[in-house]
């Protein structure tokens, strides 16, 4: 069964250092998503992409964040200059045009 | 009214129980509703979803109930075993939304959690 991959599963940075997160989506997928999960919390939305461009975005995904999708399999997020709260397993997810979205096994990204 | 209130935060059965978790929410574009299982250190996993045109809806030993007057859904896990053992997660989404011209693409929107933890 086809499924969501996450690279790498853990990513250790310095504050202010960039970080990209990388994401290969269910190939014949069409909307992409990226989560976050602070230890111990609810996962929450980060932003959702769709036909190239960015279609919604939380109030979290702020000027730091960036989304790509450099090529037909990939989908990065990427954090400019990470700060320690950005601490987190961030998860992406993946739907064609049903209601389900699969989820990523995940990155915990570690700022220290 | 984005928020999704899940209840309880954590949940102790024994095995062959029933555990049941609800959730609430308030803004009625939300047409959709998945639960999600996680196991530690993995990500979610669709564990089963209802649209708010049936009451109901069974599949194996997991069962969602749909109140879509008092705005409120709840999984009922019957016959727990220990493998049940994880984090379960209600949520809500709205497809076919637009925001502008642009499809809004069905974010979800997760309760807080309920760790449910099955005693042999």
């Known amino acids: 069964e086809p499924e969501v991959t996450q690279t790498p599963s853990h990513q250790v940075t310095q504050m202010g250092q960039e970080v990209i997160l990388r994401c290969v989506p269910i190939?014949?997928?069409?909307?992409f998503y990226w989560y976050r999960q602070i230890l111990g919390q609810k996962v929450e939305f980060l932003v959702s992409f769709y036909n190239n461009e960015i279609s919604e975005k939380s109030e979290i995904f702020d000027d730091q964040f960036s989304v790509e999708r450099p090529d037909g399999s990939n989908f990065t997020l990427k954090i400019r200059s990470t700060k320690l709260e950005d601490s987190a397993m961030y998860f992406c997810?993946?739907?064609?045009?049903?209601?389900?979205?699969?989820f990523g096994p995940g990155t915990r990204l570690t700022v220290l | 009214q984005q928020q999704v209130k899940q209840s309880p935060q954590s949940l102790i059965v024994q095995k062959g129980g029933i555990s049941i978790i609800n959730c609430a929410y308030e803004?009625?574009?939300?047409?959709?509703f998945p639960w999600y299982q996680q196991f530690p250190g993995k990500g979610p996993a669709l564990l089963i979803a209802i649209r708010p045109d049936v009451s109901e809806k069974k599949e194996g030993r997991f069962t969602i109930s749909f109140n879509k007057s008092a705005k409120q859904f709840s999984l009922h896990i019957m016959d727990s075993q220990p493998g049940d053992s994880a984090t379960y997660f209600c949520?809500?989404?709205?497809?076919?939304?637009?925001?502008?011209?642009?499809?809004?693409?069905?974010?979800?929107?997760f309760g807080g959690g309920t760790r449910v933890l099955v005693k042999p």
């Open positions: 803004n009625t574009a939300f047409d959709y």
């Open positions: 949520a809500a989404g709205s497809n076919g939304a637009f925001i502008g011209r642009k499809a809004a693409g069905n974010k979800l929107t």
């Open positions: 190939s014949n997928h069409l909307y």
């Open positions: 997810a993946s739907k064609r045009d049903t209601d389900t979205q699969y």
